[in-house]
């Protein structure tokens, strides 16, 4: 006689055959995007077969380094469920925060940059609190929060840029300081490349764990799946939430920081320009502005290929204007290919 299945495995049944469609759904759109970024690839080593240069995919590597660096904290974000618009301003404020404290105050950049870190994490509290306890919706939050991160940045500067290479009159440099923060980027190996792309990926490698493999990671999933449920299952909301936009400050630190030590030079408007690609990053790479779905190789992926488009038609000079067409185009086709697959994931689940 055949055994008869218990209730509890009957009830894992549909659960584990939904995890599985999920997982595929997932590996298909990540395999999509990777195949996308051979295309591209093949196609502008057709046009201009200067693009199969190892020097120029070593260019891609180091333009996606900071783009992808925040894109892993917005990831986060946006998979418990909100949004985050001040990462750009943050970015600068870290830049120029350390400026002004390394060459212009003489505080070791030993201990500047553990203070910048800091001033990231507080960005990120302030954004979380007013979200979670106040119920201001993110959108205006961050979207305050990177005018006045704006407003200090210019402040803390007195408008003006700094190079440590070339301090301002009255300020004096430690060589030690100097080659070490500079060694932080400096290029490596035959090709040239830029030990930030290292800290890209050892960055993606703790927030990917962190995300795919914890139960924090877990939670955040949840919540941002299904606000509802989450607060009847009794999870922390509020304080997942605002640990989200604490990592999403600190990346946002990390990045300007990196960048600051690889150009050498800093300005107060520094990341500004920065919001639309690490948006873009997200959603190509696949999560959803509605919450409970993203992953760090997908977002990976997004930085990729965006930096490919863009060194790629940099090379090509078709100008400035279609570099901005193939941006918001691939965006918007992004973001039809989610709610297309969101649409198909629903008829199947009816």
Sequence with gaps: MAPTETPQAAAQGPAFRAAGKATLDVALRVGGLFAAV???????????????????????????????????????????????LSFGAMYGLAANSLAVMWIVGGLPVYFAIPAVLIIGALVGLFNGVLVTSIKIPSFIVTLGSYNLLYGLSLWVTNSGTFNPVYPPPGSTMDQGQLDFFIGLTQNVGPYRLSIEVFWMLGIAVVVGFLLHRTLFGFRLTAIGGNPTAGQLARLPVKRYKILAFVLCGVLASIAG???????????????????????????????SLS??????????????????????????????????????????????????????RKSRAA
Excluded: C, W, Y
């Design 291 to 344: 919450g409970g779905k993203g992953t760090i190789i997908g977002t990976l992926g997004g930085a990729l290929l965006l930096a490919e488009l863009q060194i790629g038609l940099a090379l090509l000079s078709p100008g400035p204007h279609v570099q901005q067409i193939f941006l918001g185009a691939v965006t918007i086709g992004a973001v039809a290919l989610d709610l297309f697959l969101t649409r198909v």
């Design 38 to 84: 051979i295309v591209v690839a093949i196609i502008f080593i057709i046009i201009n077969p200067a693009f199969a240069n190892p020097n120029l995919g070593v260019s891609v590597l180091r333009s996606m380094s900071s783009v992808a660096i925040m894109a892993m904290g917005l990831t986060l974000v946006i998979v418990v469920g909100e949004i985050d």
């Design 257 to 287: 920081m990196l960048d600051f030590s690889f150009i050498q030079t800093t300005q107060p408007d520094i990341g500004l320009s920065q919001t639309f690609p690490v948006f873009a990053a997200v959603i190509i790479g696949g999560a």
